[in-house]
Every structure is written in structure tokens, then in C-alpha cells.
């Protein structure tokens, strides 16, 4: 049986996947606390959801390979 081989991605192919992957979390995060916010109203949880979508954009532009 014959095998394919998988070739890895280059070091910097797989960090541009792994920030439009954090990237898509973080948006999906934002529509989540926006829906929220217009279903549920303002409270606690809504600036705790805010404050995590906060760090969470730090932390995609600090983080640099």
C-alpha cells in the first residue's frame, strides 16, 4: 500500500492559519456579546464578554512571531 506523504507547512504559513484562525474566534466572540447585548440587555456577564474580546485583540497583536 502505498503512502502519500504530507508535507508540514512553512513556519510562516502556519502562523498566518493560526492568526486567521484566532482572528475568526475573536470576531465570532464579538458577534456573540453583541447579540447578547441587544437580545439579554446590559450586566455583568456583558462586560466580562467585552473585557475577554479585549485582551483577546491584545493578544493578536502582541504575539508576533
Known amino acids: 500500500m502505498a503512502r502519500t506523504a504530507r508535507h508540514p507547512r512553512s513556519r510562516p504559513?502556519?502562523?498566518a492559519h493560526h492568526?486567521?484562525?484566532?482572528a475568526g474566534v475573536t470576531g465570532a466572540l464579538l458577534v456573540a456579546v453583541c447579540v447578547y447585548?441587544?437580545?439579554i440587555g446590559p450586566n455583568g456577564?456583558?462586560?466580562f464578554?467585552?473585557?475577554?474580546?479585549?485582551l483577546a485583540?491584545?493578544?493578536l497583536f502582541t504575539v508576533r512571531p
Do not use: E, I
Open 49 to 54: 464578554g467585552w473585557a475577554v474580546l479585549l
Open 19 to 22: 492568526n486567521r484562525q484566532v
Open 37 to 39: 447585548t441587544v437580545v
Open 13 to 15: 504559513q502556519a502562523v
Open 45 to 47: 456577564w456583558l462586560w
Open 57 to 59: 485583540c491584545v493578544a
